[in-house]
């Protein structure tokens, strides 16, 4: 099947109380017991397991073609979860331009922790495996990579990785599951802040982790129950529904995406626009290779003039709400500069778009009126 047609019934449960076509919300901790002792409908307790967070899973395990899925209660708890099915003294290699959050993740928590931590240019496949160590157990991508949203070749990292006896997880938060399958291409853990796309409303907060084999599966059962960061029932229910309209949203965002891109490259205003979907984009082969459904809905620009300017044209955008995460209905904008904090990489001139499902054409004229300076 395709899919549009899994996305919506691989996360159904047949009701046997009322038939409802939509899933009921299971809001019991707890499950009855046979007078064996055994469970009848297999499920026990809500953290080991319940009904809307199985539907979920299940979804998702589908979407990404891995052997099972398993929902956090954040994107980062997701992130945290793989790191903890390692064991002190194995070593990371993380992005060196990715996600803020998981790299402070990475070197505020886990590395006191005891995991060794260390950084490497994803998009260099010689620089990888010159920073490979005899400890190394995993090597975190995310493609595309925020804020520049740099593309990193998951076949061949995967390929290097695999002969050296080393695991591959992927950050596909911005893909999500429709554009792009890390598991097809080598990788062995998909990762998913399903806060962004998958969740598509800006109202949950939730992250998952899908994985290639059973041994993985095994091990991140073991870390959800006991570290105990799972999903709640009505946001595994609300992120359930967003998946059954995700084929669709990522559609309409990639077009309009790619649409403004364009149009974005040829404004005066523009000093340069990061998009993977543009011919310009330096790894644009590569990312169609890797998502040849649609390139995503985010965009990063760069203005011309100082990071004033930038955040002038920022508060004078109408349409595009100023405010960080993405992969909402509504359109956004953020200075990511100012959001990292002092110690942060982003060009200053930055702003990250991340492209709503509003109209193409109200959104050009939004970005297009804004990119001018005022003359008083
Ligand atoms: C938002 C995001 C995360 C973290 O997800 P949370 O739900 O905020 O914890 C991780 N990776 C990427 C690419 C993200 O956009």
């Not at 853990?189 to 899908?210: F, N």
Request: glycine share 8%; proline share 5%.
């Amino acid at each position: 099947m395709k899919k549009e047609t899994q996305a919506i019934h691989a996360t159904n449960l047949v009701d046997e109380t009322a038939g409802a076509i939509a899933t009921p919300i299971f809001l019991s901790t707890t499950f009855l017991r046979d007078e064996d002792g055994s469970y009848p409908k297999g499920h026990m307790y809500s953290r080991n397991s319940n009904p809307n967070r199985d539907a979920l899973e299940n979804g998702l395990a589908i979407l990404e073609g891995g052997a099972k899925a398993f929902a956090f209660a954040s994107g980062l708890a997701a992130v945290s979860a793989v790191f903890q099915c390692l064991k002190s003294g194995d070593h990371v290699l993380m992005p060196s331009v990715g996600y803020y959050a998981s790299m402070k993740l990475a070197d505020e928590i886990m590395g006191p922790w005891g995991l060794q931590m260390s950084q490497v240019n994803m998009e260099d496949l010689d620089a990888i495996r010159a920073a490979i160590q005899p400890n190394t157990k995993l090597i975190w991508v995310e493609t595309p990579a925020n804020p520049l949203l740099g593309i990193s070749d998951i076949q061949a990292i995967s390929t290097l990785a695999h002969s050296l006896g080393i695991f591959v997880g992927v950050d596909n938060t911005i893909a999500t599951p429709i554009l792009q399958n890390p598991i097809s291409l080598g990788a062995d853990i998909v990762m998913h802040a399903t806060t962004k796309y998958i969740g598509g409303h800006s109202d949950v907060l939730g992250g998952a982790i899908i994985v290639r084999d059973d041994e993985w599966s095994a091990r991140l059962k073991r870390v959800q129950i006991l570290m105990g960061a799972t999903q709640n029932p009505l946001d595994c229910y609300l992120l359930a529904r967003g998946l059954k309209t995700l084929p669709l949203r990522m559609r309409e965002h990639s077009a309009s995406a790619l649409a403004l891109a364009q149009r974005l490259e040829k404004h005066s205003a523009i000093e340069q626009v990061h998009y993977p979907g543009l011919t310009s984009h330096p790894q644009h082969a590569l990312a169609k290779h890797q998502m040849p459904h649609g390139f995503s809905g985010m965009i990063s620009i760069q203005v011309k003039g100082d990071e004033a300017n930038a955040r002038r044209v920022a508060s004078e955008l109408k349409l595009f709400q100023q405010a960080t995460s993405l992969g909402g209905v509504e359109s956004l904008v953020e200075h990511r500069r100012s959001i990292e904090g002092p110690d942060s990489k982003t060009p200053g001139n930055l702003l990250r778009l991340s492209i709503g499902l509003e109209h193409v054409d109200d959104l050009w004229e939004d970005l297009n009126s804004s990119l001018m300076p005022k003359k008083l």
